[in-house]
């Protein structure tokens, strides 16, 4: 048996003695195995094709085997070896990687122990599912990052075959990194380590919601310290008036908000990421921090508000390991959701793991006439593709691909501010 990434998938067949269920669906195969006499379940994901290998096939089979461990309590092993969500598929892709995100919350909830044996790539989507696991195994091929070397490269202007870039991006991303950031973290050095690794990681979690919020304590160590004290000021917007007519009060920092509003003759809470700027680690943990003592305090009802198109890609992001911070919002959400209801509403652009990670726990996404939701910006596509796609997609084309299940026009004239 070798570590080597390329066998990597035969050496965890091997050590589960894995029995396929069903013909392979795209990149993913589904299956049966045992381990220490336990029987588990497993979902190999293979990187055979480009520009992603989790489309609407892939993630509809995957969510149906988290389902699947959420009711038998049955311990999960997945092999990620994946540059994300299938971007050649656009919406499509996006509104399945909603579902599969929304299933992988309430397994990991659930406490399904949750083991990930990572091959050479780990971008994406496939990053954020990763980091539903309280363990992950790296070779020492492994890449783990938000955003793929070829976005990064694009962002920062520079050829994703420089040296210097490709330097700083092994410094970033690299297994003995991501090793220091996390005890969670693993390098597999030989191949006789897969074994005990497997029985570690496979070892009942206890309260899960307790770990996900340990876990979120444990990111702030990551953030530049002291982290300076938020910078609030008071918010006023055309569209939050009209979605609140009978009066809302919020602020802001830097493009987190917060507040409250009434509608219907009931008080809401909201939380909120807007601005044009993408998301990055700190945003993301001062909006986890926020929604976390939502969870805890149970709002009446808690609303998301959404206009920010993408993730930060940026290698300082990705040192710290953006993921992370990004799963951390969408376990907050859903710890909140199991006491309020929750919705997402999005008010202007949307895409990629910032719109995963909110819209997954969400009961319902509303999307603002005119919103536009796209499973990454523009120039990300064409850094990966080759090519844009800028069409502009109709509520009837987010609600066929399951990324919006509302609409409302708020009668407003140009850019709300």
């Given at each position: 048996m070798s570590?080597?990434?390329?066998s ?5 067949r091997?050590a589960l ?8 669906a795209?990149n ?6 045992r ?7 497993v979902?190999?994901v293979e990187n055979?094709?480009a ?6 096939l ?8 988290l389902?699947?461990?959420?009711i038998?309590r049955?311990p ?5 070896d ?7 598929e ?9 579902l ?6 309430d397994a ?8 990930v044996?990572l ?5 994406g ?5 990763a980091h539903?696991a309280?363990?992950?195994?790296f ?15 694009s ?5 994703v075959l420089d040296e210097s ?16 950031a996390?005890?969670a973290n ?8 897969l074994?005990s ?7 009942a979690p206890g309260?899960?919601?307790?770990a996900?919020?340990?876990?979120h304590?444990?990111l702030a160590?990551r ?8 910078r609030?000021e ?9 979605i ?10 830097q493009?987190?908000i ?16 807007v601005?044009?700027?993408p998301?990055?680690?700190?945003r993301?943990?001062r ?7 939502h ?6 009802r ?12 940026r290698?300082?992001?990705?040192k710290?390991?953006?993921?992370e911070?990004?799963?951390d919002?969408?376990?907050?959400l859903?710890?909140a959701?199991r006491?309020?209801?929750?919705g997402?509403t999005i ?5 990629g793991?910032v719109?995963?990670?909110?819209a997954?726990?969400?009961r ?9 939701i796209?499973?990454l910006?523009?120039s ?7 090519e ?7 509520f009837a ?5 399951r ?9 407003l004239?140009?850019?709300?501010p």
């Amino acid at each position: 048996m070798s570590a080597a990434p390329e066998s990597g998938a035969g050496a965890l067949r091997s050590a589960l003695a894995f029995d396929a269920v069903g013909e392979p669906a795209g990149n993913v195969t589904i299956g049966r195995g045992r381990f220490n006499g336990r029987a588990v379940r497993v979902g190999l994901v293979e990187n055979r094709f480009a520009s992603g290998s989790i489309g609407a096939l892939e993630a509809e089979r995957l969510a149906a085997l988290l389902r699947i461990v959420t009711i038998e309590r049955v311990p999960l092993v997945l092999y990620l070896d994946s540059a994300g969500a299938k971007v050649s598929e656009g919406l499509k892709a996006l509104g399945a990687f909603r579902l599969l995100f929304h299933a992988g919350l309430d397994a990991a909830l659930a406490g399904v122990p949750i083991a990930v044996v990572l091959g050479r790539n780990c971008y994406g989507g496939s990053s954020m599912l990763a980091h539903l696991a309280a363990r992950r195994l790296f070779t020492p091929a492994t890449r783990l990052a938000m955003s793929g070397p070829s976005i990064l490269a694009s962002a920062a202007g520079m050829n994703v075959l420089d040296e210097s870039f490709r330097a700083m991006a092994e410094a970033a991303m690299s297994p003995a990194a991501r090793a220091r950031a996390s005890q969670a973290n693993t390098v597999l050095e030989r191949a006789d380590e897969l074994g005990s690794w497997l029985a570690e990681a496979l070892a009942a979690p206890g309260d899960a919601a307790a770990a996900f919020h340990q876990r979120h304590e444990s990111l702030a160590h990551r953030l530049e310290r002291p982290l300076p004290a938020a910078r609030w000021e008071p918010l006023e917007r055309r569209d939050l008036a009209k979605i609140y007519p009978e009066g809302y009060q919020a602020r802001d920092a830097q493009g987190l908000i917060e507040g409250t509003g009434r509608r219907n003759g009931a008080e809401e809470a909201f939380l909120g990421i807007v601005g044009a700027a993408p998301l990055g680690i700190e945003r993301a943990w001062r909006f986890a921090e926020a929604a976390w003592q939502h969870a805890r305090a149970a709002p009446a009802r808690l609303e998301i508000f959404l206009d920010c198109a993408t993730q930060a890609a940026r290698l300082e992001d990705e040192k710290a390991v953006l993921s992370e911070f990004i799963v951390d919002m969408s376990a907050a959400l859903a710890v909140a959701a199991r006491r309020t209801p929750v919705g997402l509403t999005i008010l202007g652009r949307a895409g990629g793991g910032v719109y995963v990670a909110l819209a997954a726990p969400a009961r319902r996404v509303t999307s603002v006439y005119g919103a536009d939701i796209q499973v990454l910006p523009g120039s990300a596509v064409a850094a990966i593709l080759g090519e844009s796609h800028d069409a502009v997609a109709t509520f009837a084309d987010y609600r066929d691909a399951r990324v919006a299940d509302d609409e409302i026009r708020l009668g407003l004239t140009g850019t709300p501010p």
